[in-house]
């Protein structure tokens, strides 16, 4: 088992920046790919950025592109997602997962094994 425990997430304003973090705990001896999603009231939830377990492969939703980055640190038992320029349309709860290792990265809910239990970003217009 894995657990999964994120940052707080927090109310910026438009264009500003936000970090998230989640750290990994539990069985971490082998890597897993990290992966972003996010869930809007009334939406499903859905991808937002992964990095492939052995870090040769990263994805990024179009609609983030650019503005966000993943990465991993410290010794690959946590991941961070960076996000700039923030927009109106941002605004989620925003979900790490963890997937054991696979040929290929995930981009749906059905890829990933381990959920975190979610941190609210707000963005002020």
């Known amino acids: 088992q894995v657990q999964l425990v994120e940052s707080e997430g927090g109310l910026v304003q438009a264009g500003d920046s936000l970090r998230l973090s989640c750290t990994a705990s539990g069985r971490t001896s082998i890597n897993y790919s990290m992966g972003w999603f996010r869930q809007a009231p009334g939406k499903e939830r859905e991808f937002v950025a992964a990095?492939?377990?052995?870090?040769?492969?990263?994805h990024y939703a179009d609609s983030v592109k650019g503005r966000f980055t993943i990465s991993r640190v410290n010794a690959k038992n946590t991941v961070a997602l960076q996000m700039n320029s923030l927009k109106p349309d941002d605004p989620a709860i925003y979900y790490c997962a963890a997937a054991r290792p696979r040929l290929l990265l995930g981009v749906t809910t059905r890829d990933y094994d381990y959920w975190g239990q979610g941190a609210q970003v707000t963005v002020s217009s």
């Open positions: 990095i492939k377990w052995n870090d040769d492969g990263l």
